[in-house]
């Protein structure tokens, strides 16, 4: 029976029914009405100035309507930065076989297989790390996967295309792993910092053939894709955010001091609520892994940390103003951050990581 309990594919299993009864409990209070979770604005889909905003997922299920470039363009509130986000919009046009009524759906269940999708590669790697792979569940039940689905938001997808591709570039499956980066980087751009530390560690272990199928395979076309987008909406879509985004900061955690020149009681909170998920174990996984990488380690893990890490230290006001944006911006880290306590067999650590489910609270408000 314990080996039972103990086999990767019991996180799965479980990560799958919550996802699944939450997406069904959220349609329920919604009367059955899956554009709820879709959160068009009329700012955007009538081309009112004055009217609501929306959410970040109404831009795919825009592109999933109606893919034609100058067609869309004016329904998105920056055009390359959203349309480089093609591969679930996409996906859910063709699943959707010709039924626009059916896009808003898949828009939905894509993430959510996504999500249980990278939850069965963590919880292989953790097993094989020796592991209980049950630790899976701090990633498969983040508040910004649930969070991402809920809005029908591309983050579950992208990083359980990143899951796959650690788990195949733990196979030396360099092929097999490139190919899941991409789907991962044309499913949301901030799944390069994975794509680097894969490439760095390849090429400091001068694994000369996996980096040559890592460029041509995936970062080549990505590349190639930031070209298309430029010549066609006047911009790459790389960037910090939508309408509205304020740049990178330069001074760490700036993003995160700034909102106290608009509201002290506001500054406060948010740092006493997100200074667990972000400031401290991002302070604590640079220093660790920089440690680490000075004293010669070369694995994707370590690097996977360090550049998240840093990625929270530098993060836009914008982003650390919105508890949506944070909570989906951490998906990563928490990845990253998970599988080095994993490996390193942080057992303290690991018994920490459970608290970050807390942040579902948000889910309810």
Not at 108 to 123: D, E, H, K, R
Not at 278 to 301: F, N
Request: include cysteine; hydrophobic fraction near 55%.
């Amino acid at each position: 029976m314990n080996k039972i309990a103990d086999h990767w594919l019991s996180p799965v299993i479980l990560t799958f029914c919550l996802c699944f009864g939450f997406v069904a409990f959220t349609l329920m209070k919604a009367d059955g009405d899956i554009l709820q979770f879709i959160v068009i604005g009329t700012r955007f889909s009538e081309g009112d100035p004055q009217g609501t905003e929306g959410y970040d997922g109404q831009f795919g299920y825009y592109i999933a309507l109606d893919p034609e470039p100058q067609r869309v363009r004016a329904r998105l509130d920056v055009p390359a930065y959203r349309y480089q986000r093609i591969l679930l919009p996409i996906l859910a046009r063709l699943f959707s076989v010709g039924d626009q009524r059916l896009i808003p759906y898949w828009l939905v269940i894509l993430p959510l297989l996504g999500q249980v999708l990278g939850v069965a590669y963590v919880a292989k790697l953790i097993a094989e790390m020796g592991q209980k792979p049950w630790i899976a569940l701090v990633y498969g039940l983040n508040a910004g996967s649930l969070l991402s689905i809920r809005v029908a938001l591309p983050e579950p997808l992208a990083y359980g295309c990143v899951g796959a591709a650690i788990y195949a570039h733990s196979r030396k499956w360099h092929w097999v792993g490139a190919i899941w980066l991409l789907m991962a980087f044309l499913s949301k751009e901030v799944t390069i910092v994975f794509g680097g530390a894969i490439l760095l560690a390849l090429l400091l272990r001068r694994e000369w053939k996996g980096v040559a199928i890592l460029l041509g395979v995936s970062f080549l076309p990505f590349l190639l894709w930031q070209i298309w987008l430029w010549q066609t909406f006047g911009e790459m879509g790389l960037g910090s955010g939508g309408a509205g985004a304020t740049g990178f900061e330069w001074v760490p955690f700036m993003g995160l001091m700034r909102i106290a020149t608009y509201s002290k009681v506001y500054f406060w909170a948010m740092s006493i609520v997100f200074a667990p998920l972000t400031v401290v174990p991002s302070i604590w996984g640079a220093w660790v892994s920089l440690r680490d990488l000075l004293g010669g380690k070369r694995d994707v893990t370590t690097l996977a940390l360090f550049f998240h890490s840093l990625m929270l230290f530098f993060l836009p006001f914008s982003t650390y103003r919105e508890t949506g944006g944070i909570l989906r911006l951490s998906l990563g880290f928490v990845l990253a951050f998970l599988l080095y306590a994993v490996q390193e067999r942080k057992t303290r650590l690991l018994r920490y990581l459970p608290f970050w489910l807390v942040y579902n609270v948000f889910l309810f408000r």
